[in-house]
């Protein structure tokens, strides 16, 4: 199980900069299909169909055998709103992955939820810079040693990014940035 966790954060993490770079693409029936090689002998296929506001990711192993895929669902302006990863079957729902954003439509949250439990089991959060850059993600695993997932996380998900916009305000050099 840890090691699928780490394959399935490593594809939700990859998915993002996988866009971003040049990799394999063609057209198959009108679908987008990107391939991305990674380091470790797996690769990602990701496909986009015409008129369908989301994208689908299937990873392989190093063989080639199916190991999961992620079926990604979009907002109105293009931006990422869910993710539901699968087991290799397509059948069983691993997680449910949420994104969360801020008055600015930058994502400053991902949070992964186990299924069937929906209990929280990991969170990643991003901040930026008085430039707009974006920091590197902060993975925070919420397995605690073998006893399983923590079952409530608070503050809520906007309670985090109110708190990170005031921080990220205050980390300004002191001056107040205009919109």
Known sequence: MKKFLGIALAVLLAAPAALAQSADMTRDRG?????????DGTRSIYQRQAGWKGMRCSTYSPSGKLVAVNVYTE?????????????????????????????RARLVE?????????KLVQRVIYRYDAQGNRSKPLIISLNT??????????????DDVNSINRESQRGGQGNRRAN
């Open 75 to 103: 907002g109105k302006y293009g931006h990422l709103v869910s993710c539901i990863i699968y087991d290799h079957t397509k059948k069983n729902v691993l997680y449910k992955v949420q994104y969360g954003y801020d008055s």
């Open 31 to 39: 679908d987008v299909v990107r391939v991305t090689r990674h380091p």
């Open 145 to 158: 040693g073998g006893t399983g997932p923590v079952n409530e996380i608070t503050p809520t998900m906007r």
């Open 110 to 118: 991902e949070r992964m939820y186990a299924e069937p439990s929906k």
